[in-house]
């Protein structure tokens, strides 16, 4: 009789993910990187006085000093506060762009991948929104709605959706053909227990990568989007606005729009750092190959 014990590759996710923190550098060191990043931008407050959005035309332009340690930009505001504050609404983007199409993408992963009447609707419909461009999309939303970090988010959500699906319901395929599904089914257990006993404790580990993924591209995109004019409002001070407000100013003085750069660069190094340690360490067919 087929052995209805599903396999523990890691024993627990949790105990995956400290193996994967203890064995790969790259994991610790984005964490590290990471939280360092978060903090700054929850610290903001403390880490400075001036009001980001505060305007001294009388300052404007004035170079790095003990008050401005990065000095003020044209409308005379602080530029590392606004760097700080800018921390918040990149990580904030990013994290609720990948929990929500993880979530969205994951309970109709498993779906598509274990119910077959489901299948080839679901994923037709997967296959049309990945043809649409996550810019254009979230331009067009603009288009109807207004401009907000909300607006924003649910964009960029819908359109990473369908590759969270394609992924879960690839790994769902290959599980509910092992032989501790197909036990189960025999001994009489019922969808819903078979999906969270067994299926969804399979499908952590590939998606807790992918989510990374996810949310460095949001991270990228919604600065792509603010510079562009179509992202968040431009009161709203984030990276991209700062680089868009900028532009005009390079020659006169490159940092203001360098500064911001450098911090989106950061930050998603330290995601994919993070992601990519946690690929090889997660992933069992990597084991060993260092």
């Not at 599903?6 to 949790?14: I, S």
């Not at 978060?38 to 790095?64: E, F, K, R, W, Y």
């Not at 709605?145 to 992924?167: G, K």
Request: glycine share 8%; aromatic share 4%.
């Amino acid at each position: 009789m087929a052995d209805a014990t599903p396999p523990a590759p890691h024993a627990t996710f949790g105990a995956g993910l400290w193996q994967a923190a203890c064995t790969h550098p790259t994991v610790a060191i984005g964490a590290a990187l990471l939280a360092l990043i978060a903090l700054s931008g929850i610290a903001a407050p403390l880490l400075t006085v001036h009001d980001p959005q505060a305007i001294d035309p009388l300052n404007s332009m004035a170079p790095s000093t003990a008050e401005n340690l990065l000095g003020t930009d044209h409308l005379g505001r602080d530029v590392l506060s606004r760097i700080l504050y800018g921390t918040r609404v990149s990580l904030a983007v990013g994290t609720l762009v990948a929990a929500i199409a993880t979530v969205v993408g994951l309970a109709i992963g498993i779906l598509a991948g274990f119910v077959r009447l489901l299948d080839a609707v679901v994923m037709r419909v997967m296959d049309g929104l990945m043809s649409i461009p996550a810019v254009l999309f979230a331009i067009a939303l603009m288009a109807v709605f207004r401009a907000s970090v909300e607006t924003v988010v649910i964009a960029l959500a819908i359109v990473e959706v369908p590759r969270v699906v394609r992924l879960v319901r690839s790994v769902v395929l290959t599980l509910r053909e092992l032989p501790f599904v197909e036990g189960a089914i025999v001994s009489g257990s019922t969808l819903p227990a078979i999906l969270w006993r067994h299926i969804l404790p399979n499908t952590l580990a590939p998606l807790t990568v992918q989510a990374t993924y996810i949310a460095a591209s949001a991270i990228i995109v919604e600065a792509a989007l603010s510079f562009l004019g179509a992202g968040t409002p431009p009161e709203i001070p984030s990276w991209g606005n700062m680089m868009a407000e900028s532009r005009a100013f390079f020659l006169l003085d490159p940092a203001l729009t360098l500064m911001p750069g450098v911090a989106l660069t950061i930050t998603v190094l330290a995601v994919n750092m993070l992601g990519d340690g946690l690929r090889d360490g997660l992933d069992p067919r990597l084991q060993g190959r260092l």
